[in-house]
C-alpha cells in the first residue's frame, strides 16, 4: 500500500524532499514506516528521532491525516492506504 | 549575615549593592541560608525583593530596586552556563519579574568579581556601572543618553579602551519609560516584563563587567566526569544536537503551524496560509549566515543573520528567534522574514521586547479592522493585517512613543486597550499584563493553565509547551494538568535560578526536576541536595513569588485567561475545535491549587503549606492578605 510522507526541516533535509510516497506492505503500522525509514536513510535519519544512548525514540507527535499521534505510545498504529503521515520535529524549547 | 562563613563553591560570594541616589556602594556577602533556601538567580531576588520592596510601590519610582544576578553554575562548563537574570517589581505586571538572557554577560559578572548586582534608589542623572576586575566605578553617561542600545555599546568599548567587556544597556524605549523596555546584553535581550524601562527610571544606561577572577567548583574531578556525561548526552539528543544547531527556535514556525498552534492576526487564527515564507528553514536559507553559542552551551541556536533586500539593507542581527517571528510576522499577518530581522534589530536597538511590540502592533491593527481607531489616532496609517511596510515605522513610534498610539501602544496591550475602551479588552491578548508569545493557550490545556497561574502573567517559562507538543503527555485532555503544571513550574523556577537555559529541557526534565539538575548544582556548589529537598527549593521558591504576587492584589479570578482563548474555538487545522473554557479552565485552577496547598477560593497559599516550606515569616505576612 502506499502512504504519503511530509516532513520538514531536519527531517526533510534528510529525506530531501517534503512530500514523499512510500510503498509498504498492506497491515503496515507507524512502527514499520519507521523501519523503512531508518533502512533507508540510516544513521541520518536516525539522529533525528532517536537519542542515541538509550536507542530509543524521543517524544514527539506524528500526524496521520489530521489526527495526532504520539511516538511514546502509538507506534503500533495501523497505516491505510493513501494516508498521509506527517513527522512532527522532535523539538523541545521555544 | 554569616557571609565570611560563606561555604559554598560556584558562588564568589558577594553581591554590589548601589545606592545611586547618593551614588555610594557595598559589598553584600552571600549568607549561606540565601544559598541553600533559594540557590541563586530568580529564587535568590524574589527573596531580596520580597523583603526589600514594599507592597504597592510605583515600578518606576526610586522605591523600586533592579537586580542584576547569576546563579551558581553561570562561569563554569556546566552546558548553558551563560545566563544573566534580571529582576524588578515589573511595570508591567506591577508584580516580582524575572528576565534571563544568555550570552556571556553572566559568566563575566562573576569574572568581574560578583554574583550579582543590586541597583537602588534614582540617580540624578544618567549613569553607567563599570565593574573591571573587582573595582567599581560609576561614570557619567549623559553623552549616551539617547543612543540605541548598540551605538552605547560601541560608544563605551571606546570610551573603556576594550571590546573584551559584557555590556548590558537600555535603548531610548526604556529611557522613554515604555512599559516593555528590555535591556539588551550583548546581541542577547533581557526581553520581558519591561525591566530596561525599570533601569531608565533610576537614571541607569548600561552595566559593563570584565576580568579574571575563576569561579571555583569542589572537586575538578567529579565535576568533570559528570560533564562527559552530560556532554554526551546533549550530542545524543536529537533537540540539542541538531535541531537546535541547525535551525534554532524558528523550527517551531513549520512545526507549530502544521498542528494549528501558531498565532496569526492577534490570535484570531493559528494557522498561517503562509507560514513556509517565515519558517526556520526559509529563514536558513535566505538570511542566516553563521551559527552562534552562548557561554558553554553545546547547542549553538543562535543564528547570526544578514537582511540584504533594499529596504532594510546591511541589517545584520543574532535571529530573529522564533518568538520574533511569531510576533512581528505572523501576528501582524505577514510573511516576510526580511523585515522581521530587521523589526527584531530595531527592537534590539530601541530597547524594546520583541513579543510585547508585534504583539501590540497586531492588537492596534485588530483594532483598527473593527475600526475602533481613526485615522487621526493612527497618524493617518492604515493599519491592515498583512502591511509588512508598517512594522518599522510602528516599533519606532512605540519605542519613542511618538503620537497617539504610540504612546498608547508603550503602556502595553491591557493599559491600551483601558485606553482606547470600545469592547477592545476582548482581544486584548495579554495576562496580568503580560501579552502571550508564541505558543498556543487552546491548544495545550496543561500549558493554558501554566498562563493562567503565571506569576509574570502569559509567560511561555512559568508552564511550557514541550510535554503536550511533543506527545510526552496527552494534549487533548484536562486530567492531571494541575499537577502536571505545577511540576513543571517547580522544573523551570530551579533552572531559573541556578541559572540555566530552558531550551535543553529535554535534557534537564523535560517534566519534572530530575538528578540531572541536583547533580548540576552539588558538583557546583558542594551542596548535598537529593532530589526531594531540590523539590521542595523549587516549591519554596515558587510560593515566594505566588505571595508576592498575594500582597500585589493577585488572587485566583487574576489567573485566567484572554477572553479569546476561553470562547473562540480554534477554527482550522489539527487542533480545530480546541478551546479552554472558563469551566476547564477553573477544573484545572481547583486541580494546581489543591495539589500545591493553596486555598481554592482565593489561590492564596495556606498557612501549613508555607510552615512546611520553611516560609513562617511569609505566612505571617499573608494574614493581612486572606
Redesign the interface.
Known sequence: MQVTLKS???I??VIGQSTKCIELAPGAKLSDLFTYLNREYGEKFN????????GKL????I?IN????????DMETLLNEGDTV?I??????? | MDGNNFIYKGYIGKMLRINLTNGSWSDVPLTNELAEKYIGGAGMAARILYDELKPGIDPLSPDNKVIFLTGPVEGTMIPTSCRIGCYAKSPLTNSFFHSSAGGHFGPELKFAGYDGIIFEGRSKKPVYLFIDNGLVELRDAAHLWGLDSNTTQHRMFEELGSDEIQIASIGPAGEKLVRFACIICGSRALGRGGLGAVLGSKNVKAVAVRGHHSVDVPDIRKIKMFLEDLYARFSANPSTAEILPRYGTPVLVNANNTLGLFGYHNWQDEYNPESERLSGETMRKKIVKRDKSCYACPARCGKFSIVESVSVEGCCVEGPEYEDIFSLGSMCGHSDIEIVAAAERLCDDIGLDAIEAGVAIAFAMECYQRKLLTDKQTDGMQLDFGRSDLIIPMIKKIGMREGYLGDVLAEGVKRASEKIGKGSGQFAMQNKGLTYPGHSARGMPGFALGYATGPRGASHHDGRPTGERTGLVQRDTIEGKGEYTARINHLNILTDSMIVCHLPEAIWGPLDITDTLVRCINTTTGMDLNLENARLTAERIWNLIRAFGVREGYRREHDTLAPRFMEEPIKTGPSKDMVISREMLDYMLDQYYEFRGWDKKTGIPTREKLQELGLTDIADDLDAYR
Request: no cysteine; glycine share 6%.
Open positions: 520538514f526541516a531536519n526533510k533535509d539522529r533525528q528521532v532517536t537519542d542515541q544512548i538509550s524521543v517524544p514527539f507527535l500526524l489530521e489526527k495526532t499521534f504520539r511516538s511514546t505510545t506527517t512532527m520535529i522532535p523539538f523541545d524549547g521555544g
